[in-house]
């Protein structure tokens, strides 16, 4: 099989990036992980990546002058590691239009609010500040601005009486587990396609799992 070459983009905790390369172990996932980079040196997800043997870099945000200078850098390091696919999770920088720009179509992000709702910091307080009872997440196609883009794939997840933010992020977190990895899934083997700024699903939809669309 011809597998995508994905690389994944963090600044933290990182537990995207191990949903994601827990998934990439399936012989027959057409994605492959190939780096993993932080931007913040310390991020507890490089070491757990590490110590998987996979390729791993910071790119400490710190040390550029400018954000294109640090787009820059970012940009050299997925070329030089062969990338066709980015994956951003939990990667906390805002990009330059010139770098979305070169990865468009081919760069992914997870927000946990039922995008276009709730964007940027803290989308789950945003939710039961708003009192949905509805909460989840996206993956989406990165484009300039901030949290927005063709949407490839939805979770929803219930907002429960007593919720707190903690309580709804950890709820939607463990759908994101599942959301992320059946979305690249679907961009990687081509089933999900860009079309006139919209994404396309081919194929049977499993009626079973209609809380996530396209269904698992
Ligand atoms: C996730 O909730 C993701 O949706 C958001 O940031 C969080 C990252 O968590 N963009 P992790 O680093 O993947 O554990």
């Known amino acids: 099989m011809d597998k995508k070459r994905v690389g994944i983009l963090i600044s933290g905790r990182g537990s995207n990036m191990m949903s994601l390369v827990e998934a990439s172990r399936d012989p027959a996932y057409p994605a492959e ?96 500040a708003a009192g949905v009872k509805i909460a989840g997440c996206t993956v989406h196609f990165v484009e300039p601005e901030m949290d927005s883009g063709p949407i490839v794939a939805q979770a929803a997840v219930p907002v429960l009486p007593d919720d707190t933010p903690d309580g709804l992020a950890a709820r939607i977190l463990a759908a994101e587990h599942k959301l992320y990895p059946h979305a690249l899934r679907l961009v990687a083997s081509g089933t999900a396609r860009l079309v006139n700024g919209r994404v396309v699903v081919n194929g049977t939809v499993n009626q079973t799992a209609q809380l996530f669309s396209p269904a698992l």
């Not at 780096?35 to 310390?42: D, L, Q």
Request: contains cysteine.
């Open 33 to 128: 992980i190939v780096t993993v980079i932080s931007s913040r040196p310390e991020a507890p997800g490089l070491d757990w990546a590490a110590g998987r043997g996979l390729p791993v870099r910071a790119i400490d945000h710190r040390a550029h002058a400018s954000r294109q200078d640090f787009d820059s850098a970012l940009h050299e390091a997925l070329t030089a590691a062969g990338v066709d696919l980015v994956c951003c999770a939990g990667f906390m920088r805002l990009m330059t239009a010139g770098f979305v720009e070169k990865w468009r179509g081919r760069m992914l992000n997870i927000h946990p609010s039922l995008l276009p709702a709730f964007k940027g910091l803290d989308a789950q307080a945003q939710a039961l």
